[in-house]
């Protein structure tokens, strides 16, 4: 097994917009080693979403190799694809995307539903990942019953619940005051402490230098 949890090597990502070619990403090769803390920075238009977008394999790039847990994903199916976002990446966005007519309990059991685990398991590991942040007295309330902070918690609960090698972190303090925020990325180091890499994208400078490593965009490309 690779100590590199993921690898671009030389990834670009170009939008077509009319007459002209927006390069999001230019160029690229970075490689993040596995139970690494990573931030990703850099200012609006920098690049650090298209980056993200491609680590976690919701798009592909336009020239360059991506591997994640080894594995090449360059050429694969969307059924592969999903696979890998379903099995080996958990996202935590900062709007928290829960279904408000579910429980906490329901949100989590969500990822589960398509990864083949009988009902009574799927709530075991649901249960299991909830009661990790914190949340086990919480598990039967919806959404709208819940703080910011305990909303973040649910995702990130739903995010750890398939086990999987990446934790991806879009803004997870933009909806947050900075009490709650500060408790949520104490959380990220918990939960990084145990073996897991965290990837934490993000403008907010003070919030990068939290993470253990830091990679600077600008422009589409890795500032030196």
Do not use: W
Not at 97 to 122: D, S
Not at 163 to 173: G, M, Q, Y
Request: glycine share 10%; aromatic share 4%.
């Amino acid at each position: 097994m690779s100590d590199h949890v993921i690898a671009l090597r030389n990834v670009s990502r170009y939008y077509v917009m009319g007459e002209f070619i927006v390069k999001a990403l230019d160029g690229v090769s970075v490689s993040i080693a596995r139970g690494e803390f990573t931030s990703i920075m850099g200012p609006s238009g920098s690049g650090k979403s298209t980056m993200m977008n491609l680590i976690g394999c919701l798009d592909t790039p336009t020239d360059g190799q991506i591997l994640i847990d080894g594995e090449d994903t360059s050429g694969m199916s969307e059924a592969e694809l999903a696979f890998i976002r379903n099995q080996k990446v958990g996202f935590v966005f900062q709007q928290f995307n829960l279904l408000g007519k579910l429980t906490a309990l329901e949100n989590v059991v969500t990822p589960l539903l398509y990864a083949g685990y009988k009902p009574r398991e799927r709530r075991r590991m649901a249960i299991d990942a909830l009661e990790r942040v914190g949340l086990a007295d919480r598990m039967h309330h919806r959404p709208n019953e819940l703080s910011g902070g305990q909303k973040q918690r649910v995702a990130i609960a739903r995010a750890l619940v398939n086990n999987p090698s990446i934790l991806l972190a879009d803004e997870p303090t933009g909806a947050l005051d900075s009490r709650t925020g500060n408790q949520i990325m104490e959380l990220f180091d918990e939960i990084n402490s145990e073996g897991r890499t965290v990837i934490l994208v993000t403008h907010d400078r003070e919030l990068g230098l939290k993470a253990k490593r830091q990679i600077h965009l600008r422009d589409g490309k890795i500032e030196v």
